[in-house]
């Protein structure tokens, strides 16, 4: 069975650096990529980027702005997604996804990790 | 940037049909999914490659996508159907979001 299993809930202040994790199970870790979505409270869905683990390479929503880092550790079949100084405005779940090998489509979600950021 | 235009919200009676429509520029020439959010829940895929189901999503759920348009199509909706659904098409090596439709069933 296909599974992401992501880490939990955190609560930080702004200024703060932070890293979640997605530890995919049940399928060849490094050939899929893996992607993170963004949903702000009472919002839609919103694209963040991708990474393949076997190499990492990395392809970054241009509305990110550098605000992210992706990486992944295949050894352990984990991404990570990490900021440096953390702001108000990154309060949000985040799901990361696992992108089908052909199509485009997202065809396994995690169960989201839940980031608040306030003083 | 490339943008996916869904309506906000989509009413429709138990048993009836729901049609759901996500606009893009030559939207046909791209493959469009569609994902259900049921509250609290993490996103589902019901539709991928325009009209093709994943294992264990329901017949009544049905997509097709030609022109500018795309539509997830319920069947015979149901009360559990009721949820917010999302298009999404890959553009210039980034996945985009509808901003997503909020279904009632009533």
């Known amino acids: 069975e296909v599974q992401l299993e992501q880490s939990g809930a955190e609560v930080k202040k702004p200024g703060e650096s932070l890293k979640i994790s997605c530890t995919g199970s049940?399928?060849?870790?490094?050939?899929?990529?893996v992607g993170w979505v963004r949903q702000r409270p009472g919002k839609g869905l919103e694209w963040m980027g991708i990474?393949?683990?076997?190499?990492?390479?990395?392809r970054y929503s241009p509305s990110l702005q550098g605000r992210v880092t992706m990486s992944a550790d295949k050894s352990i079949r984990t991404a990570y997604l990490q900021w440096s100084s953390l702001k108000a405005s990154d309060t949000a779940m985040y799901y990361c996804?696992?992108?089908?090998?052909?199509?485009?489509?997202?065809?396994?979600w995690g169960q989201g990790t839940l980031v608040t950021v306030s003083s | 940037s490339y943008e996916l235009t869904q309506p906000p919200s989509v009413s429709v009676s138990p048993g009836q049909t729901a049609s759901i429509t996500c606009s893009g520029d030559?939207?046909?020439?791209?493959?469009v999914s569609w994902y259900q959010q049921r509250p609290g829940q993490s996103p589902l895929l019901v539709i991928y490659?325009?009209?093709e189901r994943p294992s264990g999503i329901p017949e009544r759920f049905s997509g097709s996508n030609s022109g500018n348009t795309a539509t997830l199509t319920i069947s015979g909706a149901q009360a559990l159907d009721e949820a917010d659904y999302y298009c999404?098409?890959?553009?210039?090596?980034?996945?985009?979001f509808g901003g997503g439709t909020k279904l009632t069933v009533l």
């Open positions: 490659e325009n009209g």
């Open positions: 990474i393949y683990p076997d190499d990492s390479d990395t």
């Open positions: 049940g399928f060849s870790f490094t050939r899929y990529w």
């Open positions: 030559k939207l046909g020439d791209k493959f």
């Open positions: 996804v696992r992108r089908a090998s052909t199509g485009g489509h997202l065809d396994y």
């Open positions: 999404q098409a890959w553009d210039t090596n980034t996945e985009v």
